[in-house]
């Protein structure tokens, strides 16, 4: 395990380290071993940088805070319909905690792990662990690395490699949070090839796409301010909390993200959902009241999979591995 570089607090008693990724532009990774937080994503910008991401600066901020942010998402992202599944006819529960079902992993997840680190380059982290049952709660264990490589692009490229000890399920996401204006004033989303999901009152798949609803249409790109406040003409909802199915592509992205302050976020997934989420979260009051300024965007395998074998698989047989990557890419605009 590599040496603490920077102290950032505890967590359950254990020191919680700030790890610094670089690269030539002067760019800059934050990476926490809590969680696999990313606590810093800085590019220059005449001449000093900017943190793309929301944060805070201490451990303790991440810890109290319900939104999950920037840290990774596991054993599975999003909901999970009953918090119950079925793996080669054995039926597993669960912790349900959000209502009857199963969100993000549950309390003990990724998000709460303390990672070892070890250095690959200035550039280059990973973080590894073991999901417990006894733990986390679900089916047996695995072994779990995160790879974060900060290139020389500006790209910060995510790779997950899971090794699983017994049957399980494993299909995680970064819950990262973009800074945006307040308000999302100027920001702008494109997802090109995204087809919407059609969610049920508690924001599950029900496995039909609603494509013509032009509310949720960002094939084109859409300010994300106005199609806010027409979201809440036409519906109850006050912001956006949606699924959406999308092409694969580690070559073009599923996403691109205008933050209305001069850059542009590109991000990449070799699966095919994603989640988009708007949202204040730093500060819960103003979220409620629906002043936002982030947004979250979660590439996954789309969410509930478990229940339709039509959105992909994310079971693994005992002694199965598997892998997923998630880019991120900064340009200035």
């Not at 290139?151 to 996401?173: E, H, N």
């Not at 629906?290 to 959105?311: I, K, N, R, V």
Request: some cysteine; hydrophobic content about 40%; aromatic content about 8%.
């Amino acid at each position: 395990m590599s040496a603490c570089e920077q102290a950032f607090g505890f967590f359950q008693d254990q020191a919680v380290c700030k790890y610094i990724l670089t690269n030539s532009k002067g760019s800059r990774a934050g990476i926490l071993n809590l969680g696999g937080i990313i606590q810093e994503f800085s590019v220059l910008q005449n001449g000093g940088p900017h943190n793309l991401v929301v944060h805070f600066d201490d451990a303790q901020g991440y810890i109290e805070n319900p939104f999950q942010i920037n840290k990774q998402i596991g054993r599975v992202a999003g909901r999970i319909k009953g918090a119950a599944f079925e793996i080669n006819g054995q039926a597993y529960q669960v912790e349900a905690n959000e209502g009857k079902n199963a969100l993000h992993g549950g309390s003990n997840g990724l998000s709460m792990q303390l990672f070892d680190a070890a250095w690959v380059s200035r550039s280059e982290l990973v973080l590894s662990t073991r999901l417990q049952q006894v733990s986390d709660g679900y089916p047996n264990d695995l072994d779990v690395s995160i790879h974060y490589h900060l290139t020389d692009d500006d790209s910060l490229k995510i790779t997950y490699r899971a090794t699983a000890l017994g049957d399980t399920v494993f299909d995680p996401t970064m819950h990262i949070y973009w800074r945006l204006p307040q308000g999302l004033a100027g920001a702008r989303l494109a997802i090109p090839d995204g087809q919407h999901m059609q969610l049920d009152a508690e924001r599950l798949p029900t496995g039909l796409s609603d494509g013509g609803n032009a509310l949720f249409d960002f094939s084109d790109g859409q300010d994300l301010a106005q199609a806010v406040s027409a979201l809440r003409r036409s519906t109850t909802q006050s912001g956006f909390d949606e699924a959406y199915r999308v092409r694969p592509d580690l070559a073009a992205p599923v996403a691109v993200l205008d933050t209305g302050e001069g850059f542009r976020v590109n991000i990449f997934s070799n699966r095919n959902g994603l989640v988009v989420f708007t949202a204040a979260p730093k500060e819960p009051a103003q979220h409620d009241a629906g002043d936002y300024d982030a947004l979250a965007t979660e590439a996954q395998t789309l969410p509930d999979s478990l229940h339709h074998p039509e959105f992909g698989n994310i079971r693994l047989n005992k002694g199965e591995c598997k892998e997923a990557v998630i880019i991120y890419q900064i340009e200035m605009n």
